[in-house]
């Protein structure tokens, strides 16, 4: 009898660690799962404030207006125009499927500029985001996702980058168990050290659970600068011409 009683645990305590394995989430399974969270949308057009805070804590406020296209295969279209203050009015910035091309338009010198190769990696407009930033959306497409760590709120994640040329030697992401965003992503340099963060600080869930990020803050911690993004406005499947994304509209003194 002591014997049954000993097998019997011994299968409940292999059926309980072989549940645990099947339910277990893997990190691609978890990447899928926050894209599966983001809101959907084909079109879309945002009205949003950019706060550039400096090492002295001293703010510049900016106006931007950006219309983004869903192109399938986790890639986005984008277009970012800058409606004030003054000095950059006008500018405007185009991506076209996740920064396959980028392109700039200086309304001052009624120019376009193409941005390409280690441009790409250049700020943009003394943003903390680079151009190469602006494109990315943290898929697995992009990286390869480990999970090496989880408590009751959250997963942790390393992405390391597919691109052999990327600034970044690795990402780590914190996922929240419950809706299925990310909270912050951590950029390391090259040689390993912490170089930058981007935080989420509001996001908006729907009925069916999708999320929209209203406000995020992206920091330079090495030359001690912010970003701040704070959604005013946005609008979802707007109607659109077919090469709307595109060097022509760009140029355009209203969009």
């Known amino acids: 009898m002591r014997k049954f009683w000993f097998l019997m645990g011994i299968f409940v305590l292999v059926v309980f660690l072989l549940g645990g394995i099947v339910w277990a989430l893997t990190a ?26 400096d090492e002295n804590g001293k703010e510049e406020v900016r106006e931007v207006v950006m219309y983004s ?17 003054a000095d950059v009015e006008g500018v ?7 920064g396959e091309k980028i392109y700039l338009y200086m309304p001052a010198y009624r120019k376009v500029r193409r941005i390409a190769g280690s441009s790409k990696k250049e700020k943009f407009m003394g943003t903390d985001f680079s151009y ?27 992405l390391k980058p597919l691109e052999e040329d990327s600034d970044y030697s690795k990402l780590v992401m914190t996922v929240d168990k419950e809706k299925f965003y990310f909270k912050k992503i951590e950029f390391y340099d090259l040689e390993g050290n912490l170089w930058k963060t981007l935080e989420v600080l509001e996001i908006e869930e729907s009925e069916e659970g999708k999320i929209t990020i209203l406000k995020m803050a992206f ?29 022509r509209t760009i140029q ?3 969009l």
């Open 28 to 53: 691609d399974e978890i990447l899928d799962e926050v894209e599966k969270r983001r809101t959907d949308f084909v079109t879309q057009r945002s009205e949003a404030k950019m706060i550039l805070i």
């Open 69 to 85: 296209k869903d192109e399938g295969d986790d890639t986005i279209s984008l277009i970012v125009r800058f409606l004030s203050p």
């Open 92 to 98: 405007t910035l185009l991506s076209i499927k996740g």
């Open 132 to 158: 190469d930033d602006l494109s990315q959306s943290y898929g697995r497409e992009d990286y390869e996702a480990t999970l090496v760590d989880e408590d009751e709120e959250n997963y942790y994640l390393e």
């Open 219 to 247: 920091k330079d911690l090495k030359e001690n600068h912010e970003t701040r993004m704070e959604t005013v406005k946005h609008e979802e499947n707007i109607s659109l011409p077919d090469n709307f994304f595109s060097v």
């Open 252 to 254: 355009r003194p209203e």
